[in-house]
T-cell receptor, first 114, second 112 residues
Framework: EPEVTQTPSHQVTQMGQEVILRCVPI?????FYWYRQILGQKVEFLVS????????KSEIFDDQFSVERPDGSNFTLKIRSTKLEDSAMYFC????????????FGQGTRLTVV | AQSVTQLGSHVSVSEGALVLLRCNYS??????LFWYVQYPNQGLQLLLK??????LVKGINGFEAEFKKSETSFHLTKPSAHMSDAAEYFC??????????FGRGTSLIVHP
């Protein structure tokens, strides 16, 4: 069964460093998302990506963040100059279409900023 | 604008008892509604979804949910809880935007 895969499963980084979280969406999907879940809190939308550009982003997704689909298969989230409060589980998701269709989620990358 | 409220951050039931997890939504347009489950150290898995048509939706693992427009609710139920149902459950809505908005989640605890 097709699935969304994320690497690494756990990333520890020092405050101020840059991290890249990687995702391979399901191959025929067209919409891609990043969400985050701070420990004990709700799943929060960060950004969506369609047709090789950002389609929507939340207020959380500021200049510290960027996304890229560098090679037609990978979908990456870059966090520049990480802060302690960036520590969270980051989920990648993809969907075949837009409204009303199911988003398939990856296992998540747990980012710990120390 | 769209939002989801899940009543109760924790729900505790005995094995074999009814499970009821509450979800109320707000949407300016007819909503699409989802329930996702998250087992420890795993990603989010879709349990069931409502888009159009029949308001009682059946999902995996014996769960079902009923869309009640008049109550703006989409509560999740299961007649008989199993120990393996212990997990975090998230209700989500996509209304005017195709992007699902999640509730805070409800942790289901199942006692032997």
């Amino acid at each position: 069964e097709p699935e969304v895969t994320q690497t690494p499963s756990h990333q520890v980084t020092q405050m101020g460093q840059e991290v890249i979280l990687r995702c391979v969406p399901i191959s025929n999907h067209l919409y891609f998302y990043w969400y985050r879940q701070i420990l004990g809190q709700k799943v929060e939308f960060l950004v969506s990506f369609y047709n090789n550009e950002i389609s929507e982003k939340s207020e959380i997704f500021d200049d510290q963040f960027s996304v890229e689909r560098p090679d037609g298969s990978n979908f990456t989230l870059k966090i520049r100059s990480t802060k302690l409060e960036d520590s969270a589980m980051y989920f990648c998701a993809s969907s075949a279409k837009g409204l009303g269709t199911e988003a398939f989620f990856g296992q998540g990358t747990r980012l710990t900023v120390v | 604008a769209q939002s989801v409220t899940q009543l109760g951050s924790h729900v505790s039931v005995s094995e074999g008892a009814l499970v009821l997890l509450r979800c109320n939504y707000s949407s300016s347009v007819p909503p699409y509604l989802f329930w996702y489950v998250q087992y420890p150290n795993q990603g989010l898995q879709l349990l069931l979804k409502y888009t159009t048509g029949a308001t009682l939706v059946k999902g995996i693992n014996g769960f079902e949910a009923e869309f009640k427009k008049s109550e703006t609710s989409f509560h999740l139920t299961k007649p008989s809880a199993h120990m393996s149902d212990a997990a975090e459950y998230f209700c989500a809505v996509s209304g005017g935007s195709y992007i699902p908005t999640f509730g805070r989640g409800t942790s289901l605890i199942v006692h032997p």
